[in-house]
């Protein structure tokens, strides 16, 4: 295996809050990273900052061979590293299957018929071979998180990002794009999910990265991580996830 | 012998109207509203794109832009047309045909600009990270993302506007254009006959918007089942 994205000593404040401080790991080819901690943690920043939409305020970020920054032609990186985002963010004036080609012909410039044949195939892989020429706003949230899925995985990016992409659906809906992520993982696409899923972020990572106050306080398997938590400060965050009879007084 | 009747009083004029002469003055008025649309052509498109690089300059926030194009925007909202026009034509000495395009659109490029920048706010500016995430350049992100769903929301507002300038024509033949108005008035004071001719006047402005202002509802309704489905 081979190191495609490295992070080292990253840092990022908005004003005088610090959001992110000395963040550091590297991610493996075809290896799946998951990103847990508390709202405001600096994990969606994190991300934000793989992918150009923040500026990077100290350290550095290598992927594939080169330094990412302020000289960086973002569009080639981007079009490496796909992302998805919480809201969707579907194309509302174009088609289901426009929405998916849109980058293909603008930005790789294929022929419109090979664009559509990549992305019929990826719409039916995540099971929307239906819904090709239907309008966004005549799918389910979780009909369109998976349209914003297979438009990222239509440029053949080489990461994929995925920032909290269950967190506005209801259980079912986040079930399927749970099992549709799960699938991907399993043909070995690079990733780095972020998420408040416990039980998803187990079933899905190689690797678990735990962040609290914009600091990687825990990382390792997440196995072990859900198991037997090294921290005070994880095992705090965990436990909020617990319900039990007493709770209720 | 019984005395002439005079019908020409009160609410029997309307009923004794010269339509020989009204008829007969169809073709003036045709000819003159080849005129007007022309004008009117020219004016809406020169002030969509005027209209279209202001909404631009202030969406995408472009330093130095900011002051000027807000400062046109309301001194082109802020002043009648007929003023315009007598700067342009008496003032600065532009021909009358030049000169009445040249107002109508510097009137119409301020309610374009304002139309067209509600249109681009009204679109998530979040859509732009995630076309920017697709790697579509920043050009390429304002052209196929932002300004179409843009334009969706901003048909209303820019179909009103076209019918509004059209009407705002009227004036134009303050500075000698032998439009529609112009044909009435010379009509007038030719024969004297003020109700004919007002209201051949009114016929030919139906006839000319009418067809317009059912073609813009039906852009809005295809545009709306393209924002909302079926």
Known sequence: MSKILSVTGLSKSFGEHRVLDDISFCLEERQVLTIIGASGCGKSTLLRMINGLETIDGGEIHFDGQTLGAHTDWRQVRAQIGMVFQSYELFNHLSVLDNVTLAPIRVQKKKRREAEELAAGLLARVGLADKVKAFPRQLSGGQKQRVAIARALAMQPRIMLFDEITASLDPEMSQEVCHTLLELAETRMTMIVVTHEMGFAQAIGDELIFLDEGRIVERGHPDDFFAAPQTERARRFLKRFEFHKGDRK | ?230
């Open chain 2, 1 to 230: 012998m019984m005395p002439p009747v005079s019908y020409a009083t009160g609410a029997c004029k309307v009923f004794s109207l010269d339509y020989a002469n009204m008829l007969e003055s169809a073709p003036l008025f045709a000819r003159a509203a080849l005129t007007t649309l022309k004008i009117s052509t020219a004016g809406i498109a020169l002030a969509l794109i005027i209209g279209l690089a202001c909404a631009f300059l202030l969406y995408l926030r472009i330093p130095l832009a900011g002051r000027p194009v807000r400062a046109y925007i309301e001194l082109s909202r802020n002043t009648p047309l007929l003023v315009q026009l007598f700067l342009l034509h008496f003032g600065l000495k532009v021909d009358a045909m030049p000169c009445s395009v040249a107002a109508l659109a510097f009137l119409g490029g301020g309610y374009m600009a304002e139309a067209l920048r509600g249109g681009l706010e009204a679109v998530e500016r979040a859509q732009i990270e995630s076309a920017l995430s697709l790697g579509l350049s920043r050009w390429q992100t304002l052209c196929f993302v932002i300004l179409p769903q843009a334009l969706i929301v901003a048909v209303p507002a820019l179909g009103a506007n076209v019918i509004f300038l059209l009407k705002e024509t009227s004036v134009v033949s303050v500075v000698a254009v032998t439009d529609i108005v112009a044909v009435a008035k010379d009509l007038i004071s030719l024969y004297y006959e003020t109700t004919e001719a007002l209201i051949m006047l009114v016929l030919v402005y139906l006839v000319l918007l009418l067809p317009i202002c059912l073609a813009i509802r039906h852009l809005e309704r295809r545009v709306k089942h393209v924002a909302f489905g079926n």
